[in-house]
């Protein structure tokens, strides 16, 4: 029988406010095995990882190393005792080169000066053996993102670690990476490395652990050996009986082609391309859903719709109205909401209120504004559309970062939804919130649909795409890879497309 | 012969001028750069080099000792440097307003400080100063030779400008520096203690700025008057950023801007037909140039002004 | 305000400072939680002057954010009155003194709104910017600019009538600052150059600029003095009454606070600022102009900054030389943070720190106590301020904590 490496003795973690982040959470990390975290968003698998880092102190529980109690109080605790944490949003400065990244904050062979040199042939020696392929004098600004994540293993490595904590780092990379990564993760365990693999894609966890961690809400569910255990049962354990719900839905009834993308190209913020002849049509009265990792041109794709990126060549046309390239408030005011992508870092003024949130699209029309704002209507309209979407707040006054996810998403609805727009674009509408919301948010864009709106659905969770759309398209490196039936299409169809196979060439 | 031999000298006398001008404002940028390398801006440096004037004055006079009046300038300059870390790493001020807060916390506080200790009739007499210090055999070079006839405090000022360049690329800490001002959060799980950091590097910054103002009112003058800094300060922030936040440019920006301020001393002087306004406007102009980026864009570390939230 | 300080100065005699501020804070905690509210608590609350004014006329957040304020403030010139004592004065005598010099008869209120005018322009100068979300240190140039051109204008143009001549050339001192603080905008736009450090070089410009003037191209004939022709007497600021030095100027000021709070309230670019301020990728994404926004802002910014320096000259001095304003701009800075970038507010904050110089004569004749005493009390109070901000948004409830810990176990 191995020994404990790590042990997690009843952590509760609760947040100002009351947010119960982590509740008597156990856990027990065995020499040398996979240990996965499984859990949807908000969890509580961060929230644990970021405890075991040393970022926050739980409010009670005991976490033991070799079975000896610590306390982790600092990151450097964390490293002091051998835990090293990849992050989900790396960690890496990019102004700094590869082997600075590295040897940040550890002590130096000839303390006061760096020892670039040498610590340069360290880390080419663990980019040799894992087959990572690093220059360690490169800039990290220079390196692709699965480069970047193997920076953030050998930095973990180098600092002596042997438990070794993944979040989510299949994410960001391709097929071809994600194995490599297994690889690598199989390396380790060889070696007597302890891997704790932090996801919520069955697929990938049921290939790499040996055994796993389920979360719900802040709280365990059960450990298991993977061999004993069968993917829908993890799934209904990851996500619990209630929320097995399908969306209510009936038969759509498309319409005329209403939103166009005709051979759409467009470079991403760096200047490579990020859409490659791009062609869809999404008609009124369908929901089109796009599916893919994140990154892979989904964002470009919306900001091209909505006039926020400029397309290098292509059209796009909104009810037979050419608006390529043509500016947001033109766009928006053809009749098209937009749901964007995060919704604290574009959807809404977290310092500002309800009302002024709400008339965000409407503020320069009447009866919101003649020559000046008309107050008195924003305010009666603003308290009827929060009585309309069941926004939970005492009143208007309230501001926008106030509010919880679930009911700031709603008052993103209410927003772009209420003039009932003829198009909609949404992406990823449900992150981070919980089920009540989600079924909240889907429910609301399927009336949009049967009312007769055309709308884009851009989303990375495959369960929510198969529920909610007519059709769906994959994409890939900023290409679709083909567009399917969500009736008669497998998982495994899908995830072959997301990793990067046409459709044509998997029949 | 003798024509040649006068403008040898004009332009022995004009480096030396140079130089003289350029010491205090390169020793403020040097101690700038420190904090902000690790992402604090600190436009505050016209006050603290002010209430290191006054301390130095105090300093030297008390003591009787120019070099103690630097160093009780540091140490005014160092309380200076905690007030200022408190409000913007502790407490997470706006750096900007911080800033503007010490610089008029100092000219209300050097003018009634100085009145009550020196009252109104302050001889310089009293105040021992700085002296020039020759390095022999330089020093009698012709033409460059004046380079080398500075007070001792402009010598450190030089020293200072390899040490940091150094301390920052090839060290510890000065990669810890670096690290904090371009990604705290990045540093921090490095195992990084931001706070000590922008302490350590403020506090120390702060002294050094102190020291800056010590040249002044010890060194070119030796006394010290209201609001004797005018503006030095804020040149030292132009030559950090005129100077890309790299110890060598700030070096070269403040010579320049020196030479600038010299040039515009001499014309001031021979009524020349160029306003010397304009020379003075020049660091700025230069600097807003740099900074917009028509000469070579100047970037600064990314977390430049912004407080660090921890977890 | 003045009826809180007495009434905590009485209560210093029996109970410590620090032990108010709890029980006013924590007299708050218990209002913004809303329930659990104790009888007794309610009872004890509708005693204390402040706390029951605040409770009953704010919500919560701003009651939260004015009490803050005003203990800030308080705190300040409680800080203060230890370095008049360190220094040996008599803070007592001093801030009597200093009461009585900016606010003792009709003479010293007029006087008190003299100084008060610039600052409310700077004030408002710094709060157009921060309500979009710049920061403008700008307003020290921007006052010379602004100066520069309304003498430039006031001082020719003798022919015209006041009714024409006067508007004119207030609006020409709008223009100067205005384009003045617009390139900083267009910098901004164009280049990316955070407008922070620009305006802060740009302040220097303008000064150099403004000696380069008056000693050169706009010097008085025959060129004795560093100075402009006097403005003519069509565009001088009226004053009110003989004897004081109060002029039409304040009325301009409250005006354009007036215009400022129109500005942001009932305008749709106003409203757009506001977006751009708040969160510019949502300004975006709703099909504003963020670029534009910020260079009409910064415009109207400097414009502020301008009429300060206009008003100055037309006002009060009557021509352009070096040095006219002792730090306006930067006071201004301290004004808006005080009045929380509200219209009311930076009235307010202007009069405060008006009263500061205003009465600061009379503090050091009466109470000996140096007149630059008062620039430590306005840093204190900026120190205080910001430090208060940053307990609402972050500390708050640790501070709360704190505080009904110590309540608790009273």
Redesign the interface.
């Known amino acids: 029988m191995s020994i404990n490496i790590l042990e997690m003795k009843n952590i509760t973690k609760t947040f100002p406010g009351g947010v119960i982040a982590n509740k008597n959470i156990n856990l027990k990390l065995r020499k040398g095995e996979v240990h996965t975290l499984l859990g949807e968003n908000g969890a509580g698998k961060s929230t644990i990882m970021n405890i075991l880092s040393g970022l926050y102190s739980p409010d009670s529980g005991n976490i033991l190393i070799n079975e000896k109690p610590v306390s982790l109080n600092s990151p450097k605790d964390a490293i002091k005792y051998g835990i090293g944490m990849v992050y989900q949003h790396f960690q890496l400065i990019p102004e700094l080169s590869v082997v600075e990244n590295v040897i940040l904050g550890i002590k130096q062979r000839r303390e006061p000066f760096l020892d670039i040199k040498g610590s340069a042939d360290r880390i080419l020696e663990y980019s040799n053996k894992y087959n990572m392929g690093i220059d360690p004098c490169a800039m990290v600004w220079q390196l692709s993102v699965g480069q970047q994540q193997w920076v953030e293993i050998i930095k973990a490595l180098y600092r002596g670690a042997r438990i070794l904590v993944l979040d989510e780092p299949t994410a960001v990379l391709i097929p071809q990476e994600i194995d490599q990564l297994f690889n690598m993760i199989r390396q380790f365990t060889a070696a007597d490395f302890s891997v704790i693999f932090i996801s919520h894609k069955i697929n990938e966890v049921k290939e790499i652990s040996d055994r796993i961690t389920i979360l719900r809400k802040g709280q365990k569910v059960n450990t298991v050996e993977t061999s004993e255990v069968s993917k829908p049962e993890l799934a209904e354990m990851m996500v619990g009986r209630e929320v097995l719900f399908k969306a209510y839905k009936k038969k759509a009834v498309p319409g005329v082609p209403a939103l166009v993308l005709d051979k759409i190209e467009a470079d991403n913020s760096k200047g490579l391309q990020a859409l490659k002849i791009v062609s869809l049509a999404v008609k009124k009265g369908e929901i089109l859903g796009i599916a893919g990792v994140d990154g892979n041109g989904q964002s470009e794709l919306v900001e091209v719709i909505m006039g926020l990126r400029k397309s290098t060549s292509g059209s796009v046309k909104v009810m037979d109205k050419d608006v390529t390239n043509a500016h947001p408030r033109e766009i928006l005011d053809c009749s098209v909401g937009h749901i964007p992508e995060d919704r604290r870092v574009s959807g809404l003024m977290l310092e500002m209120n309800l009302r002024e949130n709400l008339i965000l699209h409407d503020y320069h029309t009447v009866p919101h504004s003649k020559f000046l704002l008309n107050w008195k209507f924003i305010k009666e309209h603003a308290e009827k559309l929060i009585e309309d979407y069941d926004i939970r707040t005492p009143n208007s006054d309230v501001l926008a970062g106030k509010l919880s996810g679930g009911n700031q998403q709603k008052l993103i609805l209410a927003r772009e939804l209420h003039g009932n727009p003829d198009i909609l674009v949404a992406m990823h509408a449900t992150r981070g919130l919980d089920v009540g919301a989600i079924e909240y948010v889907h429910k609301n864009i399927i009336a949009q649909r049967d009312a007769g709106a055309a709308i884009l659905y851009v989303s990375t969770e495959i369960d929510e795409l198969l529920n909610i759309s007519d059709r769906i398209a994959v994409i890939h490196s900023g290409e679709i890879m083909g567009i399917v039936n969500p009736d008669n299409v497998t998982i495994k169809e899908l995830g072959l497309m997301m990793a990067g196979s046409k459709k044509d060439t998997l029949l | 012969m003798e024509v040649s031999n006068t403008i040898l000298q004009i332009i022995s006398s004009f480096i030396e001028a140079d130089l003289r001008v350029a010491a205090p404002i390169l020793i403020a940028a040097i101690g700038l750069l420190y904090m902000e390398k690790a992402g604090v801006v600190n436009i505050g440096a016209e006050g603290t080099m002010l209430i290191g004037a006054l301390a130095g004055s105090i300093g030297a006079y008390l003591f009787q000792n120019p070099w103690m009046g630097a160093l009780v300038a540091a140490l005014a300059g160092g309380l200076v440097g905690v007030m200022f870390a408190y409000l913007v790493v502790t407490v997470k001020a706006n750096q900007i307003v911080a800033g503007i807060a010490i610089n008029i916390l100092a000219l209300g506080g050097t003018t009634t400080v100085n009145r009550i200790f020196f009252g109104l009739n302050a001889s310089s007499s009293d105040i021992p100063s700085f002296t020039k210090v020759a390095i022999p055999l330089l020093s009698e070079i012709p033409v460059i030779g004046s380079l080398f006839n500075q007070l001792g405090l402009a010598y450190l000022a030089i020293l200072m400008v390899p040490f940091t360049y150094y301390l920052m690329k090839k060290t510890t800490i000065g990669l810890s520096i670096r690290s904090v001002g371009e990604h705290p959060e990045s540093a921090d799980t490095a195992g990084i203690n931001v706070f000590r950091i922008r302490y350590g590097t403020i506090i120390i910054g702060s002294m050094i700025i102190g020291v800056a103002g010590a040249y002044l009112s010890v060194g070119l003058l030796s006394f010290f008057s209201e609001n004797m800094v005018s503006g030095r300060g804020y040149i030292a922030l132009a030559s950090v950023i005129f100077g890309k936040w790299n110890a060598f440019g700030v070096l070269g920006a403040t010579l320049l801007f020196g030479f600038g301020d010299a040039l515009q001393i001499r014309m001031q002087a021979i009524g020349s037909a160029i306003p010397y306004q304009f020379l003075l406007m020049l660091p700025y102009l230069l600097t807003v140039a740099a900074w917009s980026g028509f000469v070579g864009k100047a970037v600064a570390p990314k977390a430049s002004g912004k407080p660090y939230f921890k977890g | 305000m003045i009826y809180y300080k007495k009434n905590c100065k009485k209560r210093l005699t029996n109970d410590s400072s620090a032990t108010i501020m709890n029980k006013q804070i924590y007299m708050l905690y218990v209002h913004v939680r809303g329930k659990g509210i104790l009888e007794a608590e309610m009872e004890n609350i509708k005693q204390k002057p402040v706390g029951l004014l605040i409770l009953r006329l704010f919500?919560p957040?701003t009651a939260w954010k004015l009490l803050i304020q005003i203990l800030s403030v308080f705190s300040a010139l409680l800080v203060g009155a230890v370095v008049i004592k360190l220094?040996?004065g008599s803070p007592g005598a001093a801030y009597r003194a200093l009461l009585v010099g900016s606010m003792g008869n009709l003479k010293a209120v007029m006087e008190t709104l003299v100084k008060a005018t610039p600052l409310i322009f700077t004030g408002l100068s710094f709060a157009y910017a921060a309500k979009a979300g710049l920061?403008n240190?700008g307003a020290e140039g921007q006052l010379y600019m602004g100066g520069f051109l309304a003498t430039l204008v006031g001082s020719s143009f003798g022919w015209m009538p006041l009714i024409i001549h006067l508007p004119i050339t207030l609006l020409a001192g709008f223009i100067g600052g205005g384009l003045w603080g617009l390139i900083i905008g267009w910098?901004k736009v164009?280049?990316?150059?955070?407008e922070?450090?620009?305006t802060?070089?740009?302040n220097?410009?303008a000064i150099?600029?403004i000696?380069?003037l008056v000693?050169?191209p706009m010097i008085e004939p025959p060129g004795t003095y560093p100075q402009s022709r006097p403005i003519t007497d069509t565009a001088i600021l009226p004053r009110f009454f003989q004897g004081s030095r109060l002029h039409w100027g304040f009325i301009v000021a409250l005006l354009c606070v007036f215009l400022f709070w129109f500005f942001f309230?009932?305008?749709?670019v106003g409203?757009?600022s506001?977006?751009v301020g708040?969160?510019f990728?949502?300004a975006?994404?709703?099909?504003?102009k963020p670029a534009k926004v910020m260079i009409l802002i910064m415009f109207i910014a400097g414009g502020m900054g301008g009429l300060a320096g206009a008003n100055e000259i037309l006002g009060i001095q009557g021509k352009l030389f070096q040095g006219f304003s002792p730090?306006y701009g930067?006071?201004g800075?301290?004004v808006a943070?005080v009045g929380m970038n509200s219209p009311f507010g930076i009235i307010l904050g202007g009069i405060l720190f008006g009263a500061l110089r205003s009465g600061g004569n009379m503090m050091q004749m009466i109470a000996k106590v140096?007149i630059?005493?008062?620039?430590?009390?306005?840093?204190?109070v900026?120190?205080f301020v910001?430090?208060g901000?940053?307990i609402t948004l972050?500390n708050r409830?640790k501070l709360l904590a704190i505080f009904r810990r110590n309540n608790g176990s009273e």
Do not use: C, H, W
Request: glycine content about 8%; charged content about 20%; aromatic content about 14%.
């Open positions: 919500p957040e220094i040996g920061i240190i910098l164009k280049f990316g150059a955070n922070i450090i620009t802060v070089m740009f220097y410009v150099y600029f000696s380069y000693t050169g309230r009932k305008l749709k409203y757009e506001r977006v708040s969160n990728e949502a975006k994404y709703a099909g504003m730090g930067f006071d800075i301290a943070l140096p630059s005493t008062i620039y430590i009390i306005q840093s204190l900026i120190i910001i430090a901000q940053m972050e409830r």
